[in-house]
């Protein structure tokens, strides 16, 4: 059963810190890794995908791909309250093109 | 933009009844799935297609149908709803490509069986 581990938090940091998201996922073979964040009552919307190892930037949101220790990471830089949200890590299982979602992160930030 | 649709936002229905959801993408997606998200279980794939016609099992497929008529289209059916049916169904669509296709999803149909 291949998977996608998340800490499910609550993840409770103050405003304008760096909320620092982890996911790990059990099939090496792995290329394509997408994180979404997902409102309370809505659907998830897509903030970053990343293919290969290093860092990806967009904003104040960096991810982090680490294939070798099977390791995805979401960095969000000077958090903002509506950062509030949960995040959910997918990765795409290679066999037929689904995206296997781990259970989300919830995350909190105080102003 | 990727426009995905979902018939309803809300819906209430009986034990026994029949429910059809609706997914509608206008942006000419092969793939297109359905998901239900009950909190702590996070999304659980259904079903999805990969073209007209096409249908595959994903991983809670006991209880549901789909049909895909039309490339833009994709229904979850319920065939006789119970109250373990009760939860947030998601449809997503994607290009069909060569690993890197994004899912987008629609807004979610928050169904309640009584």
């Known amino acids: 059963q291949k998977e996608v581990e998340q800490n499910s938090g609550p993840l409770s940091v103050p405003e304008g810190a760096i909320a620092s998201l982890n996911c790990t996922y059990s099939?090496?073979?792995?290329?394509?890794f997408f994180w979404y964040r997902q409102y309370s009552g809505k659907s998830p919307e897509l903030i970053m995908s990343?293919?290969?190892?290093g860092d990806k930037e967009d904003g104040r949101f960096t991810a982090q791909l680490n294939k070798a220790s099977q390791y995805v990471s979401l960095l969000i830089r000077d958090s903002q309250p509506s950062d509030s949200a949960t995040y959910l890590c997918?990765?795409?299982?290679?066999?037929?093109?689904?995206?296997?979602f781990g259970q989300g992160t919830e995350l909190s930030v105080k102003p | 933009d990727v426009k995905v649709t979902q018939s309803s936002r809300y819906l209430v229905k009986r034990t026994g009844e029949k429910v059809f959801l609706e997914c509608v993408q206008d942006?000419?997606?092969?793939?297109m799935f359905w998901y239900r998200q009950d909190p702590g279980l996070g999304l659980r794939l259904i079903y999805f297609?990969?073209?007209?016609?096409?249908?595959e099992k994903g991983d809670i497929p006991e209880g549901y149908s789909v049909s895909r008529e039309k490339k833009e289209r994709f229904s979850l059916i319920l065939e006789s709803a119970s109250t373990n049916q009760t939860s947030m169904y998601l449809c997503?669509?994607?290009?069909?490509?060569?690993?890197?296709?994004?899912?987008?999803f629609g807004p979610g149909t928050r169904l309640l069986v009584l």
């Open positions: 997503a669509s994607s290009l069909h490509g060569q690993g890197q296709e994004t899912q987008y």
């Open positions: 099939d090496r073979v792995s290329q394509s």
């Open positions: 990343i293919y290969s190892n």
């Open positions: 997918a990765v795409r299982d290679n066999q037929g093109g689904k995206l296997i």
């Open positions: 942006m000419d997606h092969e793939n």
């Open positions: 297609s990969y073209d007209v016609k096409m249908k």
